[in-house]
């Protein structure tokens, strides 16, 4: 059975930083591109960032390009999001999942339906 599981949301101040961690089991990890997504109150869920199997190469949303780290470590089956320069816009649940093949278009590691699972999701708040 696979699992997901996120953690290190939180309230933070603008200006701040948070680091989230997604702790994967019942998948071969290291097989798996791994994503991050996050869903505001009325919003679709959107695009954040991806990291290949490796972590050799990774690709992240315009808006969080520069403030947004994603990391992995095969070793732990865990995936992280170091996110710094927190605005309120970035406020939302944020969610972990996996892509299991070698490889994703540009195209289709922005579209949620592209990831076969999912984690539960960890809320962020960003107050100013």
């Known amino acids: 059975q696979v699992q997901l599981v996120e953690s290190g949301g939180g309230l933070v101040q603008a200006g701040g930083s948070l680091r989230l961690s997604c702790a994967a089991s019942?998948?071969?990890?290291?097989?798996?591109?791994m994503g991050w997504y996050r869903q505001a109150p009325g919003k679709e869920r959107e695009f954040v960032a991806v990291i290949s199997w490796s972590g050799g190469n990774t690709y992240y949303a315009d808006s969080v390009n520069g403030r947004f780290t994603i990391s992995r470590d095969n070793a732990k089956n865990t995936v992280y999001l170091q996110m710094n320069s927190l605005k309120p816009g970035d406020a939302a649940v944020y969610y972990c999942?996996?892509?299991?093949?070698?490889?994703?278009?540009?195209?289709?590691?922005?579209?949620?339906?592209?990831?076969?699972?999912w984690g539960q999701g960890t809320q962020v708040t960003v107050s100013s």
């Open positions: 019942g998948l071969i990890f290291n097989y798996n591109i």
């Open positions: 999942a996996s892509y299991p093949r070698p490889m994703i278009s540009l195209a289709a590691m922005r579209i949620p339906t592209s990831y076969d699972y």
